[in-house]
């Protein structure tokens, strides 16, 4: 993590300062607080070198998503995961409801269907991939998916929030654009909104710079120094966060309470799904004194939710699911709390 600092000369900052300003002396690169920032710059150069790209800093996750959306063209079609971050089905249906374009949500664990809705769309521009999927953990096999796609002339993207650039770099394995909502593990606090996108592509770049600059879709100063702080952190935080949720998700899977424990083997997402259903979900969020009942998720306190509370979540989402974000407390501590309230549910 040794990417995005000052030069090692003497005197100079060990790490790039926030430069808050709006305007810049004229004739510069610069000219304008929306088309740039130092602090930006230096997030971008860091989370880029990670993922083996050109990285863009903006204001949300949302944010990117969106931005990344307006590059189909009216009349074009997506297709996108059953099972993928609500904030992007959202979009998706959004823009359909008016017309902008349209959406096939498909099982993207199955290779060979996600293939044969590509072959069957002739309007396709942009499939969009999450892998592990939110909340619902199914893994996408993103080479062949994306060969597949490119060999139609599709673009793909992959959402890389929840596996972060630590575990996956979806541009080696062939998409063109990575999304990521660095609100989660990349800032790591629960202190941040902010988004970010990366390609290896200077077209792509373009063309993504020049919408975000057009909308303004631009992160505060102090937000991207807060994301850049804690993308320093990333790897110790992850590491200790996936050593919790691998011990968590076995000992899960051998309480009565839980009939099916969700977890790919990696980060730091795990989701039981329990057999009382939505009641038992409910009562298992209230019954907590460590876990935190939040939406969000990737920061060192541990979070939790059952995600059909949501009245948008798909109804092939269990209504016993739990989506744990296991942060970076003592293990004990937080087996000992869930599992108080795991057999209170069994009794």
Known sequence: MTAGRPPHDPDEPLNVPVTMTSTYVATGELEYGRFGNPTWSAFEETLGALEGGRA??????????????????IGGSVIAPRHAYNGTVTALGDAESRGRLRATLVDTSDTAAVVAALEADEDCALLWLESPTNPALELADIPSLCAAAHELGIRVVVDNTFAT??????????????????????AGHSD???????VDDDEVHAALKGRRDLAGAVPGPFEAW??????????????????????????????PAV?????????????????????????????????????????????????????????????????????????????????????????
């Open 165 to 186: 650039p630590l575990l996956q770099q979806p541009l080696s394995l062939g998409a063109d654009i990575v999304v990521h909502s660095a609100t989660k593990y990349i």
């Open 56 to 73: 863009l800093a903006f204001a949300s996750g949302m944010a990117a998503v969106t931005t990344v959306l307006d590059l189909v063209g």
């Open 226 to 255: 807060l994301a850049l702080r804690g993308l320093r952190t990333l790897h110790v935080r992850l590491e200790r966060a996936a050593a919790n949720a691998t011990e968590l998700a076995r000992r899960l899977a051998d309480h």
């Open 259 to 347: 009939e099916e424990v969700r977890y790919p083997g990696f980060g730091a997402i795990v989701a039981p799904v329990l057999a009382g259903g939505a009641d038992a979900g409910d009562f298992l969020v209230r019954a907590t004194s460590l876990w935190v009942h939040a939406t969000s998720l990737g920061g060192v306190e541990s979070t939790f939710e059952r995600r059909r509370r949501w009245k948008l979540e798909p109804s092939t989402i269990p209504e016993g699911l739990v989506r744990l974000s296991v942060g970076i407390e003592d293990v004990e501590d937080l087996w000992a709390d869930l599992q108080q309230a795991l057999d209170r549910i069994d009794a």
């Open 192 to 198: 941040v909104l902010m988004g970010a996108l990366v």
